[in-house]
RNA sequence: GCGAGGGUAGCCAAGCCAGGUCAAAGGCGACAGACUCAAGAUCUGUUCCUGCAGAGGUUCGCCGGUUCAAAUCCGGCCCUUCGCACCA
């Protein structure tokens, strides 16, 4: 056997490649098709992303192995505007991307096809598949590959589109979206890829009410348009320079970093002069909705970088605004120096204007009495808005002083309110991002309008209802997810689904200026790939994918002559293509990570459901969690991970595939440790070298006890395999064939287990069981054991009742137990024993131990009861109170045993026979000489008396 | 804020849904022994506490409950991780 790891994997994928085992072509078998969710083209990836990959060829394999003509085709995600930006670094000579693609194994020379987006990606499509999933050995259908700015892909997506509008799924309407006033829309999100700060920003909606003041009118933001009723004064920051602003008929103030902000959300904004704060304060403003004149206050705390840098005051609820009144209230000299009549001030009040259960009527003042908080700037005062808008929006309720919105909740009240104001044009509508965000181009982002965006209506309740019929039916996994599914399906609404701007992708089909966005072209895609062979070896074109072609193939609409004739392709590769959507759609298996579960799994259940039939629609979905550092989630744009090439080529792929299988369950994240890879390439080492040895041994006809409980041992550990992998339980299956198998073989040669042929079958068995996994490995291993073929298309073993044999096992159980007893009594005394003696139960006690038994099983089983029987038998009444001792003792043990426990005890085992049959086995294991007696053997040697404790299962032991 | 997960021995990690076979798989680490000139690899044993006879005691985040019986079921609390919409 070759023993160097990328050898074998050489030797190994050039001969499956070669010999195209990979390709998945339609047949009689039952078919299987499972994929990964592809990943976005954003560089190199790491060895985190392989965990998933590498759990879909695993099971892939296993498929096959079962039986299943499998499918497992790969893709690439390239939408966007990440090999744009790419392109432009490389184009610029930026040294960090360059040092980073040359780290990462880029090739000088290749650094010129970088400078444009399209040689970005294929450049790195070819890694992917080259040095990521060949290189692991997937038994992926090559020839099915897509990308998705593929031509022919666009002609897909257009076709989806267009069935979506059909299904009235497509609307339109305003949308505010972050974007870069530079390069357009961007995703602020905490990875951080099209923006270089910010990542936590949310977008914020304020309420701008609209305070007359004169000739001009002051807009407030707020987040709490429900406080209308509160009102009692105007806060201007008197150091800030405003500016005004003419929109239609009226002239607005804001400040100017609001006005840069709300050029990108209002037409027709036009600045006519500026205005100081100073000369603000002191005049007079009306509140809307109510109609009241407030006067207009100076407040420092006023940032023109927020909202629009003026603040409506609502003492009763608002902590800021309560603290700043009091402050002005008790400073007649500040009053002065701004020309405010101080009785003026000090006549304002708060007005409570909601009731929160906990709460007295101003729930602001008090919780600033509470706080011990006396000034503006206060970092207390956080934490006390915090509280009080948390307690009023849950549970508060508008009071009596807030006219037709009385008695209504808050939450309510909120919505109402700032309808009506809106509807009014007593307010407008400003949105902003909590903190600042640059783009990765250096320019800040906003928030922009955008008036005649497209959504996908995820919110149709048709749609929705169908998905959650759809969900249950399918096999997701974990089981929290297949719950949680139901919650993300009602909670998706709307989706934004094309965007404008300098991206890759699909044009709109209705309108040009439009690019399908990418998450919207990334959900119906699997069923792509029944149709990808035909396009990537030319005899379909992008001009034959019509809209015919696909209602043809995809739906079963129309006649083949039709469709044939409208997509101006051959009826019988039509009928050929169709015949292979029907074969292998639906989809089995959707794998990927846990960021797809709010967003990518139910978009792609939902798209479905809108656009195909019920007998296409998926069947599976399987969630896996990450690798992460030690530092944190191991981040595409932040780098920091082993490459993939260069751990394939340090570790081995199979002691990696191994790794990820084992390490824990798919559903928690794991450390990347490489202490800990490297015990699993000692591991695979370990293996071959056992499979080796194991090989050589001589065949023999005779079956002894050991070679029985060896197959029988194999068929146990291969149920439990078969039973777990019914929920992808890689884990089991890797821990049961790599861990608890060779267990078992050590113990089989320790008992001294010789026979070849029993051996050669249990080979056959377990090289098999690895082959799902470490399948290059499992090849050089099945080669060496003389399989036929590949493993890789051998049946995956089941369990054979032949092999079966429950007194081998418990023989073998016994006896453990019987050493660790001697040895535990060998620990505590410390005794070097020159001779161990043991005694088997006398009949008594087994006939008392089958009495238990029965009563056990029938649910019987009591003290008192079994005690009675037990003195009630002449056999056993004759050794009075040992009997009803023995009796108690057993009753109580076999009270907690299982079903399957006690089918073991009851199992006819002759202790003796088999002790005695291990005598030498023992004595060499205790390096002592080791005899057995029956406890009823009246020529026994027993120097303590100790035989008298024996008892059926568990004999007595003497040691010297 | 909305939603979901997790806390198990020195460490990693199964078990929990379907309570009893659980002082709790497996791995790693550590210690001791065998083999070896030696190291490594391999094999054996030990690794919560106590114990000179195979036993007993206390454990599965904390508190309480259900039960003959709880790591497992129920309630509350503490801590922690994650997802939340133009990243896929």
Same mark, same amino acid.
């Given at each position: 056997?070759?023993?160097?790891?990328?050898?074998?994997?050489?030797?190994?994928?050039?001969?499956?490649?070669?010999?195209?085992?990979?390709?998945?072509?339609?047949?009689?078998?039952?078919?299987?098709?499972?994929?990964?969710?592809?990943?976005?083209?954003?560089?190199?990836?790491?060895?985190?992303?392989?965990?998933?990959?590498?759990?879909?060829?695993?099971?892939?394999?296993?498929?096959?192995?079962?039986?299943?003509?499998?499918?497992?085709?790969?893709?690439?995600?390239?939408?966007?505007?990440?090999?744009?930006?790419?392109?432009?670094?490389?184009?610029?000579?930026?040294?960090?991307?360059?040092?980073?693609?040359?780290?990462?194994?880029?090739?000088?020379?290749?650094?010129?096809?970088?400078?444009?987006?399209?040689?970005?990606?294929?450049?790195?499509?070819?890694?992917?598949?080259?040095?990521?999933?060949?290189?692991?050995?997937?038994?992926?259908?090559?020839?099915?590959?897509?990308?998705?700015?593929?031509?022919?892909?666009?002609?897909?997506?257009?076709?989806?589109?267009?069935?979506?509008?059909?299904?009235?799924?497509?609307?339109?309407?305003?949308?505010?979206?972050?974007?870069?006033?530079?390069?357009?829309?961007?995703?602020?999100?905490?990875?951080?890829?099209?923006?270089?700060?910010?990542?936590?920003?949310?977008?914020?909606?304020?309420?701008?009410?609209?305070?007359?003041?004169?000739?001009?009118?002051?807009?407030?933001?707020?987040?709490?348009?429900?406080?209308?009723?509160?009102?009692?004064?105007?806060?201007?920051?008197?150091?800030?320079?405003?500016?005004?602003?003419?929109?239609?008929?009226?002239?607005?103030?804001?400040?100017?970093?609001?006005?840069?902000?709300?050029?990108?959300?209002?037409?027709?904004?036009?600045?006519?002069?500026?205005?100081?704060?100073?000369?603000?304060?002191?005049?007079?403003?009306?509140?809307?909705?109510?109609?009241?004149?407030?006067?207009?206050?100076?407040?420092?705390?006023?940032?023109?970088?927020?909202?629009?840098?003026?603040?409506?005051?609502?003492?009763?609820?608002?902590?800021?605004?309560?603290?700043?009144?009091?402050?002005?209230?008790?400073?007649?000299?500040?009053?002065?120096?701004?020309?405010?009549?101080?009785?003026?001030?000090?006549?304002?009040?708060?007005?409570?204007?909601?009731?929160?259960?906990?709460?007295?009527?101003?729930?602001?003042?008090?919780?600033?009495?509470?706080?011990?908080?006396?000034?503006?700037?206060?970092?207390?005062?956080?934490?006390?808005?915090?509280?009080?808008?948390?307690?009023?929006?849950?549970?508060?309720?508008?009071?009596?002083?807030?006219?037709?919105?009385?008695?209504?909740?808050?939450?309510?009240?909120?919505?109402?309110?700032?309808?009506?104001?809106?509807?009014?044009?007593?307010?407008?509508?400003?949105?902003?991002?909590?903190?600042?965000?640059?783009?990765?181009?250096?320019?800040?982002?906003?928030?922009?309008?955008?008036?005649?965006?497209?959504?996908?209506?995820?919110?149709?309740?048709?749609?929705?209802?169908?998905?959650?019929?759809?969900?249950?039916?399918?096999?997701?996994?974990?089981?929290?997810?297949?719950?949680?599914?139901?919650?993300?399906?009602?909670?998706?609404?709307?989706?934004?689904?094309?965007?404008?701007?300098?991206?890759?992708?699909?044009?709109?089909?209705?309108?040009?200026?439009?690019?399908?966005? =990418? %998450?919207?072209?990334?959900?119906?895609? /699997?069923?792509?790939?029944? #149709?990808?062979? +035909? !396009?990537?070896?030319? $005899?379909? &074109?992008?001009?034959?994918?019509?809209?015919?072609?696909?209602?043809?193939?995809?739906?079963?609409?129309?006649?083949?002559?039709?469709?044939?004739?409208?997509?101006?392709?051959?009826?019988?590769?039509?009928?050929?293509?169709?015949?292979?959507?029907?074969?292998?759609?639906?989809?089995?298996?959707?794998?990927?990570?846990?960021?797809?579960?709010?967003?990518?799994?139910?978009?792609?259940?939902?798209?479905?459901? =809108? %656009?195909?039939?019920?007998?296409?629609? /998926?069947?599976?979905?399987? #969630?896996?969690? +990450? !690798?992460?550092?030690? $530092?944190? &989630?191991?981040?595409?744009?932040?780098?920091?991970?082993?490459?993939?090439?260069?751990?394939?080529?340090?570790?081995?792929?199979?002691?990696?595939?191994?790794?990820?299988?084992?390490?824990?369950?798919?559903?928690?994240?794991?450390?990347?440790?490489?202490?800990?890879?490297?015990?699993?390439?000692?591991?695979?080492?370990?293996?071959?070298?056992?499979?080796?040895?194991?090989?050589?041994?001589?065949?023999?006809?005779?079956?002894?006890?050991?070679?029985?409980?060896?197959?029988?041992?194999?068929?146990?550990?291969?149920?439990?395999?078969?039973?777990?992998?019914?929920?992808?339980?890689?884990?089991?299956?890797?821990?049961?064939?790599?861990?608890?198998?060779?267990?078992?073989?050590?113990?089989?040669?320790?008992?001294?287990?010789?026979?070849?042929?029993?051996?050669?079958?249990?080979?056959?068995?377990?090289?098999?069981?690895?082959?799902?996994?470490?399948?290059?490995?499992?090849?050089?291993?099945?080669?060496?054991?003389?399989?036929?073929?590949?493993?890789?298309?051998?049946?995956?073993?089941?369990?054979?009742?032949?092999?079966?044999?429950?007194?081998?096992?418990?023989?073998?159980?016994?006896?453990?137990?019987?050493?660790?007893?001697?040895?535990?009594?060998?620990?505590?005394?410390?005794?070097?024993?020159?001779?161990?003696?043991?005694?088997?139960?006398?009949?008594?006690?087994?006939?008392?131990?089958?009495?238990?038994?029965?009563?056990?099983?029938?649910?019987?089983?009591?003290?008192?009861?079994?005690?009675?029987?037990?003195?009630?038998?002449?056999?056993?009444?004759?050794?009075?109170?040992?009997?009803?001792?023995?009796?108690?003792?057993?009753?109580?043990?076999?009270?907690?045993?299982?079903?399957?426990?006690?089918?073991?005890?009851?199992?006819?085992?002759?202790?003796?026979?088999?002790?005695?049959?291990?005598?030498?086995?023992?004595?060499?294991?205790?390096?002592?000489?080791?005899?057995?007696?029956?406890?009823?053997?009246?020529?026994?040697?027993?120097?303590?008396?100790?035989?008298?404790?024996?008892?059926?299962?568990?004999?007595?032991?003497?040691?010297?």
């Amino acid at each position: 056997m070759l023993n160097r790891p990328t050898e074998i994997e050489t030797k190994w994928q050039e001969r499956w490649y070669s010999q195209r085992i990979n390709e998945a072509n339609r047949d009689e078998r039952r078919k299987f098709m499972i994929i990964f969710a592809y990943p976005g083209v954003t560089g190199y990836l790491h060895v985190g992303h392989m965990r998933g990959f590498s759990y879909v060829d695993d099971i892939s394999r296993y498929m096959r192995m079962r039986g299943y003509n499998v499918m497992f085709p790969v893709g690439t995600h390239a939408t966007g505007n990440g090999p744009i930006s790419l392109a432009k670094k490389v184009a610029a000579g930026d040294e960090g991307i360059i040092s980073y693609l040359t780290r990462n194994g880029c090739p000088e020379e290749k650094l010129k096809d970088l400078t444009n987006p399209i040689g970005v990606v294929d450049f790195f499509n070819k890694v992917y598949v080259e040095q990521y999933w060949r290189r692991f050995g997937f038994m992926a259908d090559w020839r099915r590959f897509t990308c998705t700015i593929y031509k022919e892909y666009g002609k897909f997506i257009q076709w989806q589109f267009r069935k979506l509008n059909e299904a009235g799924l497509l609307i339109q309407k305003p949308y505010y979206a972050p974007s870069c006033i530079k390069c357009g829309p961007v995703a602020v999100d905490a990875s951080e890829t099209d923006i270089s700060c910010g990542g936590n920003a949310e977008t914020t909606e304020y309420t701008l009410m609209k305070f007359k003041c004169g000739d001009l009118v002051l807009l407030a933001a707020t987040l709490r348009p429900e406080t209308v009723f509160g009102q009692t004064n105007f806060w201007v920051n008197p150091d800030v320079e405003y500016v005004k602003v003419r929109h239609e008929n009226e002239i607005w103030v804001m400040s100017r970093p609001c006005l840069d902000k709300f050029h990108y959300q209002k037409e027709g904004l036009e600045e006519v002069g500026t205005i100081d704060g100073k000369e603000l304060i002191g005049r007079m403003c009306t509140t809307p909705m109510t109609g009241r004149t407030i006067p207009c206050l100076p407040a420092t705390f006023c940032d023109p970088e927020v909202g629009t840098g003026l603040v409506v005051s609502v003492p009763s609820d608002a902590p800021d605004d309560w603290v700043a009144l009091m402050m002005l209230q008790t400073d007649e000299e500040l009053c002065k120096q701004y020309g405010l009549d101080f009785e003026m001030v000090r006549s304002i009040m708060p007005i409570p204007i909601i009731d929160t259960k906990g709460w007295g009527p101003m729930p602001a003042v008090e919780i600033v009495e509470r706080m011990g908080i006396t000034r503006s700037g206060d970092p207390k005062l956080v934490e006390a808005k915090k509280i009080v808008y948390k307690e009023g929006f849950h549970s508060g309720k508008m009071n009596g002083n807030c006219g037709k919105y009385s008695d209504l909740p808050v939450d309510k009240a909120k919505d109402m309110m700032k309808e009506d104001m809106l509807r009014s044009t007593e307010a407008d509508l400003f949105f902003d991002l909590s903190e600042r965000v640059v783009c990765r181009c250096g320019e800040p982002v906003v928030i922009r309008k955008v008036d005649d965006q497209w959504f996908i209506n995820y919110a149709d309740e048709e749609l929705t209802a169908r998905s959650h019929d759809q969900a249950k039916r399918m096999h997701i996994i974990p089981t929290d997810y297949m719950t949680n599914v139901h919650g993300v399906l009602d909670w998706f609404r709307e989706r934004a689904c094309v965007r404008q701007g300098n991206w890759l992708g699909t044009r709109f089909p209705f309108d040009d200026k439009w690019i399908i966005e =990418a %998450i919207s072209d990334s959900t119906l895609y /699997p069923i792509f790939y029944t #149709v990808t062979p +035909y !396009v990537n070896d030319g $005899s379909v &074109k992008a001009e034959n994918l019509t809209t015919e072609f696909f209602d043809h193939v995809f739906l079963g609409k129309g006649d083949v002559n039709e469709a044939a004739r409208a997509s101006g392709l051959d009826p019988s590769l039509l009928a050929k293509i169709k015949a292979d959507v029907d074969y292998w759609y639906p989809l089995d298996m959707n794998l990927g990570g846990k960021e797809h579960m709010t967003v990518h799994f139910p978009a792609f259940l939902m798209n479905h459901v =809108a %656009i195909l039939p019920e007998d296409k629609l /998926p069947k599976g979905i399987f #969630v896996n969690w +990450y !690798v992460i550092s030690k $530092s944190g &989630k191991i981040s595409k744009s932040k780098g920091g991970a082993q490459p993939i090439p260069g751990a394939a080529e340090k570790y081995g792929v199979d002691a990696l595939r191994l790794y990820y299988a084992h390490i824990a369950s798919p559903f928690a994240d794991v450390e990347w440790d490489e202490d800990i890879i490297e015990n699993y390439v000692l591991k695979i080492d370990r293996v071959m070298r056992n499979v080796e040895e194991l090989a050589a041994m001589q065949p023999a006809s005779q079956m002894s006890g050991i070679d029985q409980w060896l197959l029988s041992r194999l068929n146990t550990r291969l149920a439990k395999v078969i039973g777990g992998m019914a929920q992808y339980d890689l884990k089991t299956l890797a821990n049961e064939a790599y861990f608890e198998i060779p267990n078992d073989l050590k113990w089989y040669i320790r008992r001294g287990g010789n026979n070849g042929t029993a051996m050669r079958k249990a080979l056959d068995i377990w090289v098999r069981m690895m082959a799902p996994i470490t399948p290059h490995v499992a090849e050089e291993m099945w080669e060496h054991i003389g399989g036929e073929g590949f493993v890789t298309n051998a049946k995956f073993p089941e369990p054979d009742e032949a092999n079966s044999s429950m007194l081998a096992e418990i023989a073998e159980d016994y006896l453990r137990a019987l050493m660790d007893d001697t040895n535990e009594i060998l620990k505590v005394t410390r005794i070097t024993p020159s001779r161990v003696l043991i005694y088997t139960t006398s009949q008594w006690k087994a006939k008392g131990m089958a009495m238990a038994i029965d009563m056990a099983k029938k649910g019987e089983l009591k003290v008192p009861t079994l005690t009675k029987a037990v003195m009630q038998d002449p056999d056993l009444k004759q050794h009075g109170k040992e009997a009803s001792d023995y009796a108690r003792k057993i009753a109580e043990d076999l009270m907690k045993r299982s079903k399957e426990e006690l089918v073991k005890l009851e199992a006819d085992f002759d202790e003796l026979a088999f002790l005695t049959s291990a005598q030498n086995f023992l004595s060499k294991e205790m390096g002592s000489n080791v005899r057995v007696f029956s406890a009823e053997n009246p020529e026994k040697e027993d120097p303590q008396n100790k035989a008298r404790v024996a008892q059926p299962r568990r004999p007595a032991i003497y040691v010297e």
